[in-house]
């Protein structure tokens, strides 16, 4: 089974940067769809960035395009999200979620459903203004 595992969350304050991983274990990256989606409270789960593995293509919701960095390391099997310049309404559970590609494409994961992936554990992330 395919597992993930995202984790690097915590406080910081607005304008302040973090480094979030997703540990991917079950399968080997190859030409995978990776997608970092959130939930704030109360609200849906919403993608925000997408990467395909193969070739280091990126999509960005607009809402965090400019400020957010998605990347991946193969010899790990990890992914990451860099967030620079965080605002208070970046305040959210993130996740992550794998697919492979072309059953998946970047905007396809962006846009996905929260129950169209098995979720692993997500990490929490609190902006202070």
């Known amino acids: 089974d395919v597992q993930l595992q995202a984790s690097g969350g915590g406080l910081v304050r607005a304008g302040g940067s973090l480094r979030l991983s997703c540990v991917v274990s079950g399968l080997y990256f190859d030409d995978h769809i990776i997608g970092w989606f959130r939930q704030a409270p109360g609200k849906e789960r919403e993608g925000v960035a997408t990467?395909?593995?193969?070739?280091?293509?990126?999509y960005y919701a607009e809402s965090v395009k400019d400020r957010f960095t998605v990347s991946s390391d193969s010899a790990w099997n990890t992914a990451y999200l860099q967030m620079n310049s965080l605002k208070p309404e970046d305040t959210a559970v993130y996740y992550c979620a794998i697919g492979e590609y072309p059953t998946w494409d970047m905007l396809t994961m962006i846009s996905s459903s929260a129950d169209a992936h098995d979720w692993g554990q997500g990490t929490l992330v609190t902006v202070s203004s």
């Open positions: 990467l395909r593995t193969s070739v280091g293509s990126t």
